[in-house]
């Protein structure tokens, strides 16, 4: 089924890189491996990217905000310094703490403690069922994405901020249930490897794949 799914994205959209499915686990899955070394979410995105498939836990999560907003661990778990976003200041990402306060408020994240690991792959070879779908494209792309999610006038689409990847693709169409795209942020644009300056990323709870297929190939089929 996600085969099938991965190749019709694909297709439909004339894709570039496969979509790559994410699923939180209560439980570290036995058949598939654990990763090897520490990266930070948006890293583990650009693997999957690259073809592998793995999961990942809080010991192999290296970014305070991978940390943080996809649930691996508590804030209050980190030190003062990380938790004030003082360090976001000295990296000119805002321009006093009180500014990174208030931008931490729109953040979404998982609550800690509930899930044991993230499972990571792309789309046409994970094995399990996935609970959002981060698809990167152009720009044309993402606005076929976005019109065939309100073809039908089922669900409206979120347009992230400039939080990070972590929360904007992942913690947030995982709580809302609703389409969310956006232009990445600093840090994955800093770490990721295959996110090129025009791309732009849509995340996709997975409940919302098929329609959004079937809407896309009658959009294809009416225009002809």
Same mark, same amino acid.
């Given at each position: 089924?996600?085969?099938?799914?991965?190749?019709?994205?694909?297709?439909?959209?004339?894709?570039?890189?496969?979509?790559?499915?994410?699923?939180?686990?209560?439980?570290?899955?036995?058949?598939?491996?654990?990763?090897?070394?520490?990266?930070?979410?948006?890293?583990?995105?650009?693997?999957?990217?690259?073809?592998?498939?793995?999961?990942?836990?809080?010991?192999?999560?290296?970014?305070?905000?991978?940390?943080?907003?996809?649930?691996?661990?508590?804030?209050?778990?980190?030190?003062?310094?990380?938790?004030?976003?003082?360090?976001?200041?000295?990296? #000119? @990402?805002?321009? *006093? &703490?009180?500014?990174?306060?208030? /931008?931490?408020? $729109?953040?979404?994240?998982?609550?800690? #403690? @509930?899930?044991? *690991? &993230?499972?990571?792959?792309?789309? /046409?070879?994970? $094995?399990?069922?996935?609970?959002?779908?981060? @698809?990167?494209?152009?720009?044309?792309?993402?606005?076929?994405?976005?019109?065939?999610?309100?073809?039908?006038?089922?669900?409206?689409?979120?347009?992230?901020?400039?939080?990070?990847?972590?929360?904007?693709?992942?913690?947030?169409?995982?709580?809302?249930?609703?389409?969310?795209?956006?232009?990445?942020?600093?840090?994955?644009?800093?770490?990721?490897?295959?996110?090129?300056?025009?791309?732009?990323?849509?995340?996709?709870?997975?409940?919302?794949?098929?329609?959004?297929?079937?809407?896309?190939?009658?959009?294809?089929?009416?225009?002809?």
């Amino acid at each position: 089924m996600n085969k099938e799914t991965s190749e019709k994205f694909t297709r439909l959209l004339n894709l570039e890189k496969e979509p790559v499915a994410i699923a939180w686990s209560v439980k570290e899955p036995e058949d598939i491996p654990r990763e090897k070394e520490k990266s930070r979410f948006c890293e583990k995105i650009d693997k999957a990217l690259e073809g592998e498939v793995f999961y990942s836990t809080a010991e192999e999560e290296e970014c305070f905000g991978g940390a943080r907003y996809s649930g691996m661990k508590d804030p209050k778990e980190f030190p003062k310094n990380m938790r004030t976003g003082a360090f976001l200041v000295a990296m #000119g @990402i805002h321009d *006093s &703490i009180q500014s990174v306060q208030r /931008s931490w408020q $729109k953040n979404m994240a998982i609550e800690p #403690g @509930i899930f044991s *690991s &993230i499972l990571f792959a792309p789309l /046409s070879k994970a $094995k399990f069922t996935p609970d959002v779908i981060v @698809i990167i494209c152009n720009g044309k792309q993402a606005m076929e994405l976005l019109h065939a999610n309100a073809y039908d006038s089922i669900s409206d689409a979120l347009g992230a901020d400039v939080g990070p990847i972590c929360s904007t693709m992942g913690a947030r169409p995982y709580l809302t249930g609703q389409v969310t795209y956006g232009f990445a942020d600093v840090g994955s644009r800093r770490h990721m490897k295959n996110l090129k300056d025009e791309d732009v990323m849509v995340s996709i709870p997975y409940q919302h794949a098929k329609r959004i297929i079937h809407n896309l190939e009658e959009m294809k089929r009416l225009r002809g």
